[in-house]
């Protein structure tokens, strides 16, 4: 069984440019959430992705964005990068939208 | 929104020794509480959960415990080893689906 993997693992991004983080969900898994988790604090939710549907969203801007693609894989993309958005960002999936969340690694993104 | 309180921020026990690390919720809708434990540099990993019709769950040397009329669940970790040390977050997942996460405890088991 492949677990939850995560690219790049890290990234040096310009403030004012634009990312998108990858992410492949464990064998089975159809909700995807991502999660961002800044030095020394707990992750914070983004949104979730369900059958390729956003299905709940945190306290985030809209230049916060994901997709779901029919292999379950997703992408999460931040547009017009600020110092703030500095922070590990995490990918979970699970195998239905109320079930017990499996991280991956996670991408260690740093914005100068 | 759910707001998740943990406590303490930092730990440190003798090894062979319990360490109990506790959190409090605030939406009484919430009604699944994992807990994760990630180690430096390392994703979270799920330790042990527990769902709000249930008190009290075991898993070898782990437990937690669930209050839910005075929104609070408890860790507790039991014969603490070396390997033990990490940072615990916890959780708490509401209608919303998310998890809302504690701001975590630096565990350090010294040997």
């Known amino acids: 069984e492949t677990g939850v993997t995560q690219s790049p693992t890290h990234l040096i991004k310009t403030r004012g440019q634009q990312v998108t983080l990858r992410c492949s969900s464990q064998?089975?898994?159809?909700?995807v959430s991502w999660y961002q988790q800044a030095l020394g604090q707990g992750p914070q939710f983004i949104f979730q992705y369900y059958r390729e549907e956003e299905n709940g969203r945190g306290n985030f801007p809209p230049r916060f964005s994901g997709l779901q693609f029919p292999n379950y894989s997703s992408e999460l993309n931040v547009n017009a990068l600020e110092l703030d958005d500095s922070a590990l960002y995490l990918c979970a999936s699970s195998s239905g939208v109320g079930s017990p969340l499996h991280f991956g690694n996670g991408t260690r993104l740093t914005v100068t | 929104g759910e707001n998740v309180e943990q406590h303490p921020s930092t730990l440190s026990v003798q090894e062979g020794d319990s360490a109990v690390i506790k959190c409090t919720y605030s939406d009484s809708a919430s009604n699944y509480f994992p807990w994760y434990k990630q180690e430096l540099g390392k994703r979270p990993q799920l330790i042990i959960d527990?769902?709000?019709?249930?008190g009290e769950k075991k898993d070898q040397r782990i437990a937690v415990t669930l209050n839910k009329t005075a929104k609070h669940f408890s860790l507790h970790i039991t014969e603490t080893q070396p390997e033990d040390s990490a940072v615990y977050f916890c959780?708490?997942?509401?209608?919303?689906?998310?998890?809302?996460f504690g701001t975590g405890t630096r565990l350090t088991v010294i040997p």
């Open positions: 064998s089975g898994h159809n909700t």
């Open positions: 959780a708490a997942r509401g209608g919303a689906n998310n998890l809302f």
């Open positions: 527990i769902r709000s019709n249930v």
